[in-house]
T-cell receptor, first 115, second 117 residues
């Protein structure tokens, strides 16, 4: 059974700092990996999708990497802003013996960027 | 751009009542997913449909059922509601067939908040 772990559970940084969020998964036979952002009581916004054959994806100030063999992904946020404050969720699709028709989520990292 | 539409956005029910949530996927998306998110929890997978056929099933109670219709919209039916069913219910959709850069990417709706009293 695929399990996803995110570290740290919470992070508080001053505005302008660069930061890294970590995600690990137990089964490396994944189909793809997505990073999401969730504001309190709101829906999930897709930030980046990394296919299993890719090593990284970039969008604006965000860069996500994938090391499938070690079961790890990182989300790098450059020059953080107060508007980046949210919960960041890592989710993987697939795994040995499982289907590709579901995402398994980590418990998220609650990020607070202080002005 | 069109997003995933969920209705209703808020729903209040009494215990043992029935509720139906609706989801309209992004046009041309062929797969729909349902997730349940309790307070302070990560989203838990309930069920998914690919081309109107059930493609995977997660921790969905027997009291719940779902289907995807010919127009690709989906409905989640919940019966004999319990207090513990109070949660945010998300629908997501994706396009699984194709070679576009977004193939396999899930897009979520804003959710339906169910409160069971």
């Amino acid at each position: 059974k695929q399990e996803v772990t995110q570290i740290p559970a919470a992070l508080s940084v001053p505005e302008g700092e660069n930061l890294v969020l970590n995600c690990s998964f137990t089964d490396s036979a994944i189909y793809n990996l997505q990073w999401f952002r969730q504001d309190p009581g709101k829906g999930l916004t897709s930030l980046l999708l990394i296919q299993s054959s890719q090593r990284e994806q970039t969008s604006g100030r965000l860069n996500a990497s994938l090391d499938k063999s070690s079961g790890r992904s990182t989300l790098y946020i450059a020059a953080s802003q107060p508007g980046d404050s949210a919960t960041y969720l890592c989710a993987v699709r697939g795994g040995s013996g499982g289907s590709n028709y579901k995402l398994t989520f980590g418990k998220g990292t609650l990020l607070t960027v202080n002005p | 751009a069109a997003g995933v539409i969920q209705s209703p956005r808020h729903l209040i029910k009494e215990k043992r009542e029935t509720a139906t949530l609706k989801c309209y996927p992004i046009p041309r998306h062929d797969t729909v997913y349902w997730y349940q998110q309790g307070p302070g929890q990560d989203p838990q997978f309930l069920i998914s449909f690919y081309e109107k056929m059930q493609s995977d099933k997660g921790s969905i109670p027997d009291r719940f059922s779902a289907q995807q219709f010919s127009d690709y919209h989906s409905e989640l039916n919940m019966s004999s509601l319990e207090l513990g069913d109070s949660a945010l219910y998300f629908c997501a959709s994706s396009l699984e067939q194709g070679l576009g850069r977004n193939t396999g990417e899930l897009f979520f709706g804003e959710g339906s908040r169910l409160t069971v009293l």
